[in-house]
């Protein structure tokens, strides 16, 4: 990176205040964040650079006649500048394939983990 300016991904999101030398930040590296924006809370974040983001799906059981609660869980980049820990809320954007199982990159922390509690 030559300099550290911010640019905008094109969503209605609130910057990270730091800066990164990250190519895989959508803010400060090379990486477009295009299709689907979920809302999910952190679950795990002990791997380098990626956090499991998880987020509950209600999903109708025709025999019984009622909802059951599943979830969806996916890895996302955990960038440097915004840096989310686990029981934190965030919003992940779809990016194109980042690794063998990562496709989603953190955009915005929208609760820290004391806040959402």
Not at 20 to 27: F, I, L, S
Not at 52 to 62: A, D, F, L, S, T
Not at 84 to 97: C, H, L, N, S
Request: charged share 35%.
């Amino acid at each position: 990176m030559k300099d550290a300016k911010t640019r905008n991904i094109g969503l209605e999101t609130a910057a990270p205040k730091t800066a990164c030398t990250d190519r895989k930040c959508p803010y400060h590296g090379a990486i477009k964040v295009r299709g689907r924006i979920f809302t999910g809370t952190i679950k795990s974040d002990k791997m380098q650079n990626t956090a499991i983001v998880e987020w509950p799906v209600r999903r109708y059981n025709k025999k019984y006649e009622r909802f059951e609660l599943r979830r969806t869980r996916v890895k996302a980049h955990n960038p440097k500048c915004i840096d989310a820990k686990a029981g934190d809320t965030v919003r992940i954007g779809e990016t194109r394939p980042l690794s063998k199982t990562k496709t989603f990159v953190i955009i915005e922390r929208v609760k820290k983990a004391a806040e959402a509690a």
